[in-house]
């Protein structure tokens, strides 16, 4: 009688865990110290009694090399940092996020070439146990793009306006969904900032009020109009 196979297949992984990486280049970001942490994990509010996402933005880069992870809402805005990180030490941890759904952004760089991974992630009820389990899906997944600038140099100007380019083994170029690439030049600057201090993707609470504020007095005023 045959076995079912349980083990997860390779997206499932990717979605799950982030970009894999050659044990080679892991020690090469360890030897560089530049420390990058995808993982994400289920908290339980006891106060709101509900379960939450917590992520943690993290990275920087040296010249050679660099890897950096952000977080966004589902639709590709920013989300509110809930603790920022004052660290001794570069190329870390910057800030903690809570949210009921996380999408997460990842870019590892060599030089010009970039990987870029990007995971919705989101809590699916089940009938057996109170405690959610973790929904992760794979949105985008572009594999050594090229991007002719030295963000890290003497192209630093450019840094967070512009983002890779990924084309499938065929040759034609990955569409990078639209409502993310804010986001994306955003984490992508990350993987070039050398000694990297604070986030690049996660906002202070008092911005997102601004933009939520904002956004409310437009619907206000179109709607009179």
Request: net charge positive; charged share 20%; with cysteine.
């Amino acid at each position: 009688m045959a076995t079912k196979n349980t083990q997860p297949d390779g997206m499932t992984v990717l979605a799950l865990r982030g970009l894999r990486l050659a044990r080679a280049i892991r020690k090469r970001l360890r030897a560089t110290g530049v420390y990058c942490q995808p993982a994400i994990s289920i908290e339980h509010q006891h106060t709101a009694n509900r379960y939450v996402l917590r992520g943690a933005e993290s990275g920087g880069a040296v010249a050679e090399t660099g890897s950096y992870c952000g977080f966004v809402r589902e639709d590709g805005a920013p989300l509110p940092w809930l603790q920022p990180l004052d660290r001794i030490g570069l190329n870390g941890l910057h800030a903690f996020v809570v949210a009921p759904v996380l999408v997460r952004l990842q870019v590892f760089r060599y030089r010009q070439t970039y990987d870029l991974l990007i995971t919705q992630h989101c809590l699916q009820s089940t009938q057996m146990r109170a405690r959610p389990r973790l929904e992760s899906s794979v949105m985008f997944h572009g594999r050594q793009g090229t991007l002719a600038l030295e963000l890290w140099g003497r192209d630093i100007a450019f840094r967070g306006t512009v983002a890779p380019i990924f084309y499938d083994r065929s040759g034609e170029q990955l569409a990078i969904p639209a409502p993310f690439m804010q986001a994306i030049q955003q984490t992508v600057a990350g993987a070039c900032c050398v000694g990297c201090r604070h986030s690049h993707v996660l906002v202070p609470p008092q911005e997102t009020n601004r933009k939520e504020a904002g956004q409310k007095d437009g619907e206000t005023e179109a709607q009179a109009s």
